[in-house]
Structures are given as C-alpha cells and as structure tokens.
C-alpha cells in the first residue's frame, strides 16, 4: 500500500486548521488491527477542540482493543469517540469541525467520518461515492460508519470538500478515470497543470493498493500559490519601473541637478 497526500494553501487568513497522522503498527497487537489514518478540520468556531487530542484519544481506544475483531474494535473505538465529542463540542457551531478515521488490515478497511469529507473508491476505471450525503441533511454529531474490501490497484480518496469541488470543476476526476493503473507520477502532473484552479487550502489524501506489492510507503507533496499582500504588489511595480532605461537617466539627470544646486549652495 500506498499513501499520498496532497496540501493545497493559496490564501492568507484563511481561519482554517487542518491535521493528518497515518499510523503504522509497530507490535504484534497493534499489527492483528493494521494501519490507521486520522484526517482533521476545524474552524475558529471550535478553538476548545484539539485535534491532536481527538487523534490521540482514538488510536489509543482502537489499539486497546486488539483482542477483539478489526471490524468491532474499530466499531467499539469509534462509539467511544462519539461519546468523547458531545462531551467537547459546541453544539452550536460543531459543523465547523469535520472528522475523519481510516483503518485499513490486510484488504479491508473501516472508515467513520464527521462532516463534510468526501471518499470515494476508484476502481477498474469507475469512481464509487462512499460519502453520499444530502446536503439539506442536518448536521449530526455522531461519525458514520462504513466497512468494506479492496482489491489490487483499488485508490481510496479523500478530500476535504472544497478541494473535492476544484477537483470535480477542473475535471481531475476523469482523469484518474483513464488513469488505470493509478500514476503517483502522472497524478501529480495532473495537479501542477491545475495549480492555478486551486485556490482554497485542503487535502487530497490517496491510498493506492498496488498489485503485488506490499510494504508501506508515503509520500506528501505541497502545492502552495504565492499570494502576494497590496504592498508586495505596488514594490514589485515600483522596482520594475525603476529598472527601466529611460528611468534610469531622468533620476540620473535629476540626481545631477539636484547636487549642483547644494554645491551653489555651498559655494555662495
């Protein structure tokens, strides 16, 4: 298996935290319930809310429990996980916050989301929704669960949602489409063409189950649009009117008149 994820930062000011932590087993309990991945967003209406904290609270909770199957521990951690939250959010303002979890043992996979991340499953050239949701739905404050199997070359995406809006205007879905097997190399060529479409910070976060292959790897990559500040913008034009030829000699010839009148000055 392997793990990509993409960072898309275009704008300042953005009031915006986003968190991801992919776990990978290291004793021989954590190995009988694989591998996890958290995915986190908050806004500024949830600032109580650690993210890290939440990541920390569900590795722990799932990983105790590797005594039990990978689907009812997963099941198991993710109750505890609802009932930790009502405890933290402000009921108010809690869409503000999406959660997301993977856990992923030999080829199957438990998932539970909060929020407004979309999945899909990309197979044999076909893209499958695994987030459907209503947008008129009213916010719940409990994650979903959904349990499933993967096969050879299979892509699991995740995207924060506006990232996956850009994704569907721009097209980039029909490319993984013809893009069979997935191209770690390709994708990302795909990306840099669109660069200037990203204009909202996310992630795109892409498991990739290779035929054949099965060590774990990852690999994140950072595409971040220069934004330039008022005042960057007016230096910039300034400096490239002042590189100017013509430019150059009339502050040549101004500099010139300018020192002759403090020498007669001077002279009397």
Do not use: W
Not at 199 to 209: L, S
């Amino acid at each position: 298996m392997q793990v990509f994820e993409f960072y898309f930062q275009s704008k300042l000011g953005e009031e915006k935290i986003i968190k991801s932590s992919f776990f990978e087993p290291k004793t021989i309990y954590e190995k009988r319930l694989g591998s996890l991945y958290f995915l986190g967003e908050k806004g500024s209406f949830n600032e109580e809310v650690s993210l890290e904290e939440i990541f920390v609270f569900f590795k722990e909770r799932f990983y105790k429990k590797s005594a039990l199957s990978f689907q009812k521990a997963f099941e198991e951690a993710i109750k505890e996980i609802n009932f930790y939250l009502k405890g933290k959010l402000n009921q108010t303002f809690s869409p503000d916050l999406n959660l997301l979890f993977l856990a992923i043992k030999d080829k199957k996979f438990a998932l539970a989301k909060l929020g407004k991340f979309e999945i899909q499953l990309v197979r044999g050239g076909k893209i499958f929704n695994l987030s459907k949701r209503n947008k008129k739905e009213r916010f719940s404050f409990s994650l979903k669960i959904i349990l499933g199997r993967v096969f050879s070359e299979d892509l699991i995406l995740i995207n924060t949602e506006q990232i996956f809006e850009i994704f569907e205007k721009s097209k980039i879905f029909e490319h993984l489409k013809k893009m069979y097997p997935f191209n770690p190399k390709e994708f990302k060529e795909v990306l840099e063409s669109k660069k200037e479409d990203f204009k909202k910070t996310g992630v795109c976060a892409i498991f990739f189950f290779q035929k054949g292959k099965t060590d774990f790897s990852k690999e994140s990559f950072s595409f971040k649009k220069e934004v330039k500040t008022e005042i960057q913008k007016r230096k910039e034009i300034l400096l490239n009117i002042l590189e100017k030829k013509e430019v150059k000699l009339i502050l040549a010839f101004l500099f010139f008149l300018f020192l002759s009148f403090v020498l007669t000055k001077i002279l009397g």
